[in-house]
């Protein structure tokens, strides 16, 4: 099953997105872990050699970028994204990049170390995604009967507005907030800037016992669950929502 890892920083803490890549040293990773010797800059609509990617970047001057393996088409969303989203943070999505993801002991902590660091966390693309669908197309054409789930009027002013699934109850549920976002993994990591943005004593993390959290200094280690969440039901269900108690219950929305 494909797995995304999504990590949060302050805003403009990298304003270019060569600033990112070169910081993770990304082109060595995607080398030596994925293999890889080209790849899709959908930016500039260019496939690159990985050995030049770093220049390509500079002499594109990218403030984001977004980059997936040139050889999938877009509808596989396997991507490596990168954008500061306006006054609220910068996020960094890594899709369906398995090696990466697997050995993200190799790459990740120094991120996870920087000064910006927010929050991140791993989890399954299509479990995440089946609990955040909510435009009721995507069951009728996935055959999914959703006539017993809960629908809302989605706020948009007539006549754009549309009734749409409510799934802000789901256990894989998350949306973005004004500087972090809301949602849990089975894997998590916590920055200072977390603690401070959702009200939360770390100590109450660390005192939980029913998961494991390390306090590793810069940041704090969670895991809850000895799998990547892939269901709302039973003992995974609890826990989510269990996880979301946790974390923010102080939070402003």
């Known amino acids: 099953m494909k797995r995304f890892l999504e990590i949060v920083l302050d805003y403009q803490a990298f304003p270019k997105g060569i600033d990112l890549w070169e910081f993770c040293e990304l082109s060595k990773y995607l080398t030596e872990l994925e293999q890889l010797q080209k790849i899709r800059c959908t930016d500039t609509g260019r496939n690159i050699q990985v050995k030049n990617l770093n220049n390509h970047m500079i ?25 500061n989203l306006l006054n609220e943070f910068g996020r960094f999505d890594v899709i369906g990049f398995e090696q990466l993801i ?18 991140a966390r791993i989890g399954f693309y299509d479990y995440d995604r089946q609990q955040n669908w909510d435009d009721l197309y ?16 989605n706020g948009k002013p007539f006549p754009i507005n549309q009734i749409v699934v409510d799934t802000s109850s789901n256990p894989g549920h998350w949306e973005l907030r004004d500087d972090y976002i809301y949602g849990v993994g089975a894997m998590m990591w ?3 800037h977390f603690f401070q943005r959702v009200n939360l004593d770390k100590q109450q993390v660390l005192d939980a016992n029913w998961l494991e959290a390390e306090d590793c200094g810069e940041y704090v280690q969670i895991k809850a669950y000895p799998a990547l969440f892939n269901s709302a039901d039973g003992e995974q269900g609890e826990l989510q ?7 923010f219950a102080n939070a402003n929305e």
């Open 138 to 153: 995507f069951y009728e054409r996935e055959g999914i009967d959703h006539s017993h789930l809960p629908k809302v009027d």
């Open 59 to 83: 002499k594109t001057k990218l403030d984001s970028f977004r980059l997936r393996k040139f050889d999938l088409h877009p509808k596989e969303h396997v991507y490596i994204s990168f954008v």
């Open 241 to 247: 929502h269990k996880l979301k108690a946790l974390l």
């Open 102 to 119: 697997e050995h993200w002991q190799v790459w990740l902590p120094k991120l996870l170390k920087h000064p910006s660091f927010v929050q």
């Open 190 to 192: 916590l920055g200072e």
